[in-house]
Nanobody, 127 residues
């Protein structure tokens, strides 16, 4: 059974930083791309950043480019999202998920392409 657990969210002032962590168990972690997604109240879930199984390619949404960085360590079954210069519009529930296909060469970041979403971690950025 695949289990995905996120942590690291919280309340931060605009301009601050947070580092989200995600651990996935019950799968061969280095076979799968991983992604971070977010959903604000009343909005659709969107892809924030995704990383290929090897870490060799990433996708970053335009809205967070230059501020957020995704990374992974396969030996620890962990993927991180470093978020710098946070803005109030980054406020959302952040989810980690697993690509539904093995060993994709280029990581997509479309929510329907991912599954096994975790329970999420709330990020709130105050103005």
């Amino acid at each position: 059974q695949v289990q995905v657990v996120e942590s690291g969210g919280g309340l931060v002032q605009a301009g601050g930083s947070l580092r989200l962590s995600c651990t996935a168990r019950g799968l061969i972690f280095d076979d799968y791309a991983m992604g971070w997604f977010r959903q604000a109240p009343g909005k659709e879930r969107e892809g924030v950043s995704c990383i290929s199984w090897s870490g060799g390619s990433t996708h970053v949404a335009d809205s967070v480019k230059g501020r957020f960085t995704i990374s992974r360590r396969n030996a620890n079954n962990t993927v991180w999202l470093q978020m710098n210069n946070l803005k109030p519009e980054d406020t959302a529930m952040y989810y980690c998920a697993v690509d539904l296909l093995k060993r994709v060469v280029v990581a997509s970041c479309s929510p329907p392409d991912y599954g096994y979403y975790g329970q999420g971690t709330q990020v709130t950025v105050s103005a």
